[in-house]
């Protein structure tokens, strides 16, 4: 009793396990199908737009780059111009300091021509009561060799104060010149330090946006990813999802040979029925008993073989019936194969009807047949 409570609840596990899915409704599994394709399509036209949007970053990006090598060559060419500036301002302020020098120079000197004169002129004007034009007045006379020269002098003295007076107010238009120039040397540098600044703050800004792109990139690139897992586990889906569809459609074609062969299966094992399918009264325990299925003793071939076509959904030792074969045959039809010996098939493997499918032990081959949770008579199946 307790080992055909086991065998029923494997039963009734394998088969709600293994093929739930297959009770639904196949047109419910195609709206599936096409709800999830729909889902699908969707995921596609997400990573469409987020590969658009990353390929703009990308233009913007390249954009930005560009912008900078472009900003970094006006900072050097500015750099080199205030370099050139300070140059220029340097050499005028060295040259302005030279002519202040020689001005200072000139403006003793001609200060000391100027005294010398006044000094020769106003002793001769004095010793000879001369009025200017005084060389006139001198050379229109007979003079002595002394007075020519001391007229010479006067003339030398004269000439020699005017030249420094030109000198000086050369000097001076060079010195105010050279001023000016450094003057506007400082107003350009000025306004290349202002150019400077502002290169300067676009560089930053520039740095700061190329710094968001990285960001938004990094963003969108964690977005694509996980769009793309979703549209992976999506895919695969509705793959599953049509391989149920397809294996439900074969299995209902499965089914229907299966069901339309009823009373003329192959035996599983050439034998005498030993016990009857249903209510029996056990001999040794005086007892009405229920039997899932039927015992086939064996006659002499031990070879255990499948009724039909279908796909193994168990093989493996299973207690009190030793290793055992349980096949679907589409729409929650089943068949089972106890007491082997060995096992000569896998789970998921396909077989035909009089395919082996083990060897059975030393014990009779036990033997059921149902659909979903409840057994059927074997023998109103077999031929």
């Known amino acids: 009793m307790k080992t055909k409570l086991v065998l029923t609840v494997l039963v009734f596990f394998v088969s709600e396990r293994v093929y739930s899915g297959f009770e639904q409704d196949l047109d419910s599994i195609n709206e599936k199908i ?12 997400s990573i469409n737009q987020i590969d658009r949007t990353l390929n703009h970053l990308d233009e913007r990006k390249e954009e930005i780059v560009i912008s900078l090598e472009n900003l970094e060559t006006q900072m050097i060419s500015t750099r080199k111009k205030v370099d050139d500036i300070e140059k220029d301002i340097n050499y ?33 004007f004095y010793e000879k009561n001369l009025e200017l034009p005084w060389y006139v007045e001198i050379m229109s006379k007979e003079n002595n060799k002394m007075k020519f020269y001391k007229a010479k002098y006067l003339d030398y003295e004269t000439n020699r104060y005017k030249e420094s007076e030109e000198s000086i107010r050369e000097k001076r238009e060079l010195k105010n010149s050279l001023q000016e120039q450094k003057r506007k040397q400082l107003d350009r540098k000025q306004e290349v330090f202002i150019l400077q600044g502002r290169l300067i703050q676009k560089n930053k800004k520039h740095m700061e946006l190329l710094e968001e792109i990285e960001e938004d990139r ?63 009264r056990h001999s040794q325990l005086d007892t009405v008993i229920y039997n899932r299925g039927i015992e086939i003793k064996p006659e002499d071939e031990r070879t255990v073989k499948s009724v039909g076509f279908g796909e193994v959904v168990y093989a493996d030792y299973f207690s009190g019936k030793g290793n055992m074969v349980v096949i679907e045959h589409g729409k929650n039809y089943y068949t089972i194969y106890g007491n082997l010996k060995n096992v000569g098939v896998e789970v998921a493997q396909e077989v035909e009807p009089a395919q082996e499918i083990g060897e059975l032990s030393l014990e009779n081959l036990y033997f059921e047949l149902g659909r979903g949770s409840q057994p059927e008579n074997p023998i109103e199946w077999l031929k």
């Open 92 to 124: 005028a302020e060295r040259n302005i300091e030279i002519i202040e020098d020689k001005l200072d120079y000139e403006m003793r000197k001609g200060k000391q021509y100027g005294m010398r004169l006044d000094k020769a002129l106003k002793g001769y």
């Open 34 to 45: 096409r709800k999830q394709e729909s889902e699908l399509e969707r995921y596609k036209k």
């Open 218 to 280: 990094k963003e969108k690139e964690r977005e694509l990813l996980s769009v793309k897992k979703e549209k992976e586990k999506l895919s695969s889906l509705v793959t599953s999802l049509k391989e149920k569809a397809e294996n439900i459609e074969r299995l209902d074609r499965l089914a229907e040979d299966f069901v339309k062969a009823k009373g003329g299966l192959p035996w599983p094992l050439k034998g005498e029925v030993v016990i009857e399918f249903g209510r029996q």
